[in-house]
Each structure stands twice: as structure tokens, then as C-alpha cells.
């Protein structure tokens, strides 16, 4: 291989010629890789290694109406029927007043672990000790976000092990997600005992499982609402209730009700350029904080009422991070009129719930298939290389077949060419 000592170090375009040189891509790869690029420039300052901007679909999902005001919500997705979903969802959610969203607590979780500890007791009470110190040493190491009214806020330990200690150290970062600043102030506060207290510091680094970082969503809807064909509300109301049950006893259902709502989590915490892998990691953490995997959701019914409830750690910011400097997150942030990072975190968890909603219902009515499958057929009408012309009919086509597998599809669209569909 040629070329790829110091690849970072190479200009965008020589990288890419590298890898044509070295028989990795050809020609129209390469020409393809140039088109779809957007912003070299962007790209390399974000990565390491840049060759082009991977691209993901957005779509709006409408009818949220969250604490009285209604949003129109960007989401980037892959998958089909998520954004439709979404919709639906909340425009059940708004028939009965919409989503009422709040803020738990808003502080970000750090640890410093410490190892081999000979006197654990003695340790946990002079760390107790010498709090207030360890916080203002945490708040010099980053004094600006003292300034803007935020900073380390408590310390506690946790014995983990006879020879293992955390502590962790909690912060209130104010609008931005604070990764790097936690960090920061939890190195600072690890040298110290390592040159005071003299133990040995494993590591320094903020927690994912982000208990202090909570938003909650709460809807009520009418049941009549809920009626499908020939089902009253009420039942349709009842078994969404049990489907709520069903993810709360077993984990294999849990973890696919979970990812559900992860459908629409995710795919506002990427339109609005969060992390949404941090998001994931606290998400499943929390869903397991009793020693069983469980759902996330709650619903029940109250009477007339289907209520549903969905906490979850939301530790998102509105500034820092590449919200700056993509220019479509900047735009993203514009649309939902984001003012704060608590904003964005109950629309998230409102959109959480939303789809949770939206596939129930699916699932406990007509079955998850027949509302996802024109979508489905799109998807894969363009997998076997239909055109925007040709998709329609390729999926009026497959929705006649018994099998609607790629070889149907690729059957059909020779016959749809051929004249013969
Ligand atoms: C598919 O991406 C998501 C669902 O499986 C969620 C669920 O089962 O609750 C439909």
C-alpha cells in the first residue's frame, strides 16, 4: 500500500486519489465520492481521515405540541416510517391536549476512579472532608463556566471494591452537553489526590449513565381517540396498556420497545448534531437501573384516559460540540427555535414517547406490517435500481406479490421496462 504513511497529513482530494492509486476505489467512485461532498473543509476539521460527508435522509415530523406550543421537529433517519410514525404518534398526543415535558434535573456525572485503596474508610472520610476544596479545585480548572452561573455542585463516593473507590463529581454545565469541560475538571481534581492523598487514579472520565441529566414526557388522550376499524378506544386503549406490561416483565420485549423509542430519539438527538451514542449508552443504562433490562414507557388507562409516561436521561446541549459549525444542525436548532438545552431534551423525550405511542398502536391493531409496508416497497424498489419514475409503479406491482423480496422486485422492474407491468 502507497500513500497512506501520514494519510491525515494529505489534502482531501490526494487522499481520495490514494485510494484510486491503490486499487481501493475506481474512477466513478472517486467522481461519486467528489459530488456528494459538501464541505471538504468542514470535514476535515471534524475528523481525522475525511474522504466525504456521509448522507442520512431529514424529515420533519409534525403535530408536536409540547407544554402548549407546537414544533415542527427535524429528524435524520435511515429507517422508513420512522418520521410518518412520529407523526402519528403525536397527533394522537395533541387530540387529547398534547405533551407535558419537564426537566428533572439538569447535571452532568463524572468519575474518577481510584485503585488499589489499603485504607478505604479512612480515604471516604477525608474526601468527605475536603469537598468544598475539591470542588473549587474543579471550578478553577474551568472558570468559565463558573461565570456563567454553572460549575461542580457535590462530591460522593462510592466503595466499589475493597481496593476500589469512585467518586464521582457532579456538574451543572449549563447550555452545553460538557464532555470536554467535566473532563477537565475531573483531571484536575484527580491530581490532586494523587499528590495529596497519594492513591493511585485509574482513570478520570464523565459517566454516560447520566441519572442527574432527567426528562420526563406525560400524555393523556381520550380513548375514544384511539378506535380502529371495527375496535372500540377503550381496547385499543387497554392492550397498549398491556403492551406497556409486557416490556416491563421481559427483556426481549423490552429491549425492542426500547429501541422504538430510540427510533425518534435518536434521530432528533442527530438532527440537532448531539451524540447520540451517549444518549444510547444512558438510555439502555437506565432502562436496567432496577437489575432488569425493562421499558422505558409507561402507559395505563385512567378512566376515559390513556396516559403515558416516558423518563429518561436527556443529557443534550444547545451549544458546543459540532452545533456551531454545521451549518443544517444551525438550521435544525432554528426550526425547533431551540432557547435551551432543557428545550431540546423534553422534545426529544416528547418525540421518545411519541413513537413509543405510534408503535403500539401498530402493533396491538393492525399489525406493525401493513402500515411500514409502502414504505418498505419504496425502499426496495430503489435497492434493485428503480427511478423516481419507475418506483410507483414497482410498488404498486409488489403490493399484487405473495413474495416481495429483492429477485420479485428485480423481476418485476425488467417487466415494468419491457412494457409487460
Ligand atoms: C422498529 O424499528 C421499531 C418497533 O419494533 C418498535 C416496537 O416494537 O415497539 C416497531
Known amino acids: 500500500m502507497q500513500g497512506f504513511n501520514k494519510y491525515y497529513q494529505k489534502p482531501?482530494?490526494?487522499?481520495?486519489?490514494?485510494?484510486?492509486?491503490?486499487?481501493?476505489?475506481d474512477e466513478k467512485e472517486i467522481a461519486q465520492l467528489e459530488n456528494q461532498t459538501v464541505d471538504p473543509i468542514l470535514g476535515d476539521t471534524m475528523i481525522e481521515n475525511?474522504?466525504?460527508?456521509?448522507?442520512?435522509?431529514?424529515?420533519?415530523a409534525m403535530?408536536?405540541?409540547?407544554?402548549?406550543?407546537?414544533?415542527?421537529?427535524?429528524?435524520?433517519?435511515?429507517?422508513p416510517?420512522?418520521?410518518?410514525?412520529?407523526?402519528?404518534?403525536?397527533?394522537?398526543?395533541?387530540?387529547?391536549?398534547?405533551?407535558?415535558?419537564?426537566?428533572l434535573s439538569r447535571l452532568m456525572i463524572g468519575q474518577i476512579a481510584i485503585e488499589n485503596v489499603t485504607a478505604m474508610d479512612q480515604l471516604v472520610e477525608t474526601i468527605n472532608q475536603r469537598q468544598d476544596e475539591l470542588l473549587v479545585i474543579a471550578n478553577h480548572a474551568h472558570p468559565s463556566i463558573v461565570k456563567r452561573g454553572g460549575?461542580?455542585?457535590?462530591?460522593?463516593?462510592?466503595?466499589?471494591?475493597?481496593?476500589?473507590?469512585?467518586?464521582?463529581?457532579?456538574?451543572?454545565?449549563?447550555?452545553?452537553?460538557?464532555?470536554n469541560m467535566l473532563n477537565t475538571m475531573l483531571e484536575a481534581v484527580a491530581d490532586e489526590i494523587r499528590s495529596t492523598l497519594h492513591q493511585d487514579i485509574l482513570m478520570s472520565i464523565l459517566s454516560n449513565y447520566a441519572t442527574e441529566c432527567l426528562v420526563s414526557a406525560h400524555v393523556e388522550i381520550p380513548v375514544m381517540v384511539l378506535a380502529k376499524e371495527k375496535v372500540d378506544g377503550a381496547t385499543v386503549a387497554a392492550k397498549i396498556a398491556q403492551a406497556s406490561r409486557f416490556a416491563h416483565l421481559d427483556p426481549y420485549r423490552a429491549a425492542t420497545n426500547n429501541k422504538g423509542i430510540m427510533n425518534g430519539v435518536d434521530s432528533v438527538v442527530v438532527a440537532s448534531g448531539n451524540d447520540w451514542r451517549a444518549i444510547e449508552a444512558g438510555a439502555h443504562a437506565y432502562a436496567a437501573r432496577d437489575g432488569q433490562y425493562r421499558g422505558l414507557s409507561q402507559w395505563h388507562v385512567d378512566d376515559d384516559k390513556l396516559i403515558g409516561d416516558l423518563t429518561m436521561p436527556m443529557p443534550v446541549g444547545s451549544v458546543g460540540g459540532s452545533i456551531k459549525i454545521v451549518p443544517l444542525v444551525k438550521i435544525n436548532h432554528h426550526l425547533m427555535k431551540i432557547e435551551s438545552a432543557v428545550q431540546l431534551a423534553q422534545i426529544i423525550v416528547a418525540v421518545g414517547l411519541g413513537q413509543n405511542l405510534a408503535a403500539l398502536y401498530a402493533l396491538v391493531t393492525d399489525g406493525i406490517q401493513r402500515g411500514h409496508m409502502r414504505l418498505q416497497?419504496?425502499?426496495?424498489?430503489?435497492?434493485?435500481?428503480?427511478?423516481?419514475?419507475?418506483?410507483?409503479?414497482?410498488?404498486?406491482?409488489?403490493?399484487?406479490?405473495?413474495?416481495?423480496?429483492?429477485?420479485t422486485a428485480k423481476v418485476l422492474l425488467k417487466k415494468i421496462r419491457e412494457g409487460k407491468e
Not at 482531501?12 to 476505489?25: M, P, S, T, V, Y
Not at 475525511?50 to 420533519?60: A, R, W
Not at 416510517?81 to 395533541?94: D, E, I, P, W
Request: glycine content about 8%.
Open 12 to 25: 482531501w482530494q490526494k487522499r481520495l486519489a490514494i485510494l484510486k492509486e491503490n486499487g481501493f476505489l
Open 50 to 60: 475525511f474522504v466525504t460527508q456521509y448522507q442520512l435522509p431529514e424529515g420533519l
Open 63 to 79: 403535530n408536536y405540541v409540547i407544554n402548549g406550543k407546537e414544533y415542527v421537529v427535524p429528524m435524520v433517519t435511515e429507517e
Open 81 to 103: 416510517s420512522v418520521v410518518a410514525a412520529a407523526s402519528n404518534g403525536a397527533r394522537l398526543v395533541k387530540l387529547g391536549g398534547g405533551f407535558q415535558a419537564k426537566s
Open 151 to 179: 460549575g461542580a455542585r457535590w462530591i460522593r463516593t462510592r466503595i466499589l471494591a475493597d481496593d476500589m473507590l469512585s467518586l464521582d463529581m457532579a456538574v451543572d454545565v449549563q447550555e452545553a452537553m460538557g464532555a
Open 377 to 407: 416497497l419504496k425502499s426496495l424498489a430503489a435497492s434493485v435500481g428503480a427511478t423516481k419514475d419507475e418506483i410507483p409503479m414497482l410498488v404498486n406491482a409488489l403490493e399484487k406479490q405473495h413474495a416481495r423480496d429483492s429477485h
